[in-house]
């Protein structure tokens, strides 16, 4: 097994990409507009009238390893609490990153610590995007 790649939904792919691609970094690397017949139509249980977009978002020596599925035209129902996923990012600047967020008005958590399985010490700070997808972003420096 292989994992290919993480997928949060969203309502507007462009305005996603302001925080994907311009504050953590993501390369736009294919995308795609509507498709009727999109597999994601019966998955995402997403209903009628919706307009899909579609991005597929690399890193550096990490080809297609995100995902945004837009739904457009339709609104999103917010999803309940607690949170049931999101994508854990290694960041070299979480200051810079976090700094970046806030200035687009998204939802960053105050920082915690994270101590690691062996024992390592760093931090990590969650980050909720524009549809209420949560990101954590971490650093564990190299002094360790």
Do not use: C, W
């Not at 990409?17 to 009727?36: A, I, Q, S, W």
């Not at 600047?93 to 806030?102: E, N």
């Amino acid at each position: 097994m292989r994992f290919q790649r993480a997928n949060f939904v969203v309502e507007d792919v462009d305005k996603a990409l302001t925080f994907y691609r311009d504050v953590l970094g993501f390369e736009v690397t294919f995308r795609k507009g509507h498709n009727p017949q999109s597999y994601s139509i019966p998955v995402f249980e997403i209903p009628d009238g919706a307009e899909l977009d579609f991005a597929i978002l690399s890193l550096p020596g990490q080809p297609r390893i995100m995902a945004l599925s837009g739904i457009g035209k339709i609104r999103l129902e917010p999803v309940p609490y607690p949170r049931r996923s999101a994508i854990v990012l290694d960041v070299a600047d979480p200051d810079k990153v976090m700094a970046q967020s806030a200035a687009l008005g998204l939802t960053v958590y105050e920082e915690g610590r994270l101590e690691t399985h062996d024992g390592r010490i760093g931090r990590e700070i969650g980050i909720v995007d524009f549809d209420d997808n949560l990101v954590v972003i971490y650093l564990i420096p190299d002094s360790q």
